[in-house]
T-cell receptor, first 111, second 113 residues
C-alpha cells in the first residue's frame, strides 16, 4: 500500500493563479480531509469529506474548493492564490479506527 | 469553542531520561485524544489513541494518560533516545462534525546524547 500520496511536493505560484493539489489514498477510507500547517498555528482543517460526493467545510475553508468524485481521490483547488495561502498542506484519510493517516505534504509559496 | 493547548513549545532532555509532554483541553471531554509524531518536512504519524473511559495506555516505551478532572493528557517517552527528537502533536476528536480532529500546536522534543 502506498497509503496517502500528495502531488506536487513543492509549488510556487503568483498571486491570482489557480492550481489543484492532488491527494489519493489506496486504503479504501471513506473519510478524507485537508489541513494547512503554519508556524505557530498548528494544523487547521480546511475541508473534509465523509464519502464520494459528500464534502463539507472545516475551520478555514475560504479560498479553497474541494470535490470527491471517487473514494480514492480528494483534490484541493485554490481558485485565486493569495500570499496568505502560503503554507504546508497535508491531506489525510481515516478508516474505522479513528486513526488518521497523513500524506507527505505540499509546500506552497504564493508570491 | 473547543481548544487543545500544548503549553510547551519545546522540551530539551538528556538521553535515557523520561520525557513528559502535556496536553490540555477546554470545555467538555472529548471521546478520545490522539498523539502524533511529526518529523521535519514530513506528515504527522499516528502514535497512540486514548479514549475518555481509559486512564492509561502503553505502547513499547510510550505511555499516555487521560485525566478528565484536570482536563489533561500526559504523554511519556521512557528511556528517551536522540531518535525520539521530533515534534509531538496532541489532537482531540470524537465530538460532532464527523469526528474531525482539533490539533494542538505541538511540542518540539530534543533528546541530547
Amino acid at each position: 500500500n502506498a497509503g496517502v500520496t500528495q502531488t506536487p511536493k513543492f509549488q510556487v505560484l503568483k498571486t491570482g493563479q489557480s492550481m489543484t493539489l492532488q491527494c489519493a489514498q489506496d486504503m479504501n477510507h471513506e473519510y478524507m480531509s485537508w489541513y494547512r500547517q503554519d508556524p505557530g498555528m498548528g494544523l487547521r482543517l480546511i475541508h473534509y469529506s465523509v464519502g464520494a460526493g459528500i464534502t463539507d467545510q472545516g475551520e478555514v475553508p475560504n479560498g479553497y474548493n474541494v470535490s470527491r468524485s471517487t473514494t480514492e481521490d480528494f483534490p484541493l483547488r485554490l481558485l485565486s492564490a493569495a500570499p496568505s495561502q502560503t503554507s504546508v498542506y497535508f491531506c489525510a484519510s481515516r478508516g474505522g479506527s479513528d486513526t488518521q493517516y497523513f500524506g507527505p505534504g505540499t509546500r506552497l509559496t504564493v508570491l | 469553542s473547543q481548544k487543545i493547548e500544548q503549553n510547551s513549545e519545546a522540551l530539551n532532555i538528556q538521553e535515557g531520561k523520561t520525557a513528559t509532554l502535556t496536553c490540555n483541553y477546554t470545555n467538555y471531554s472529548p471521546a478520545y485524544l490522539q498523539w502524533y509524531r511529526q518529523d521535519p518536512g514530513r506528515g504527522p504519524v499516528f502514535l497512540l489513541l486514548i479514549r475518555e473511559n481509559e486512564k492509561e495506555k502503553r505502547k513499547e516505551r510510550l505511555k499516555v494518560t487521560f485525566d478528565t478532572t484536570l482536563k489533561q493528557s500526559l504523554f511519556h517517552i521512557t528511556a528517551s533516545q536522540p531518535a525520539d527528537s521530533a515534534t509531538y502533536l496532541c489532537a482531540r476528536g470524537g465530538g460532532g462534525s464527523q469526528g474531525n480532529l482539533i490539533f494542538g500546536k505541538g511540542t518540539k522534543l530534543s533528546v541530547k546524547p
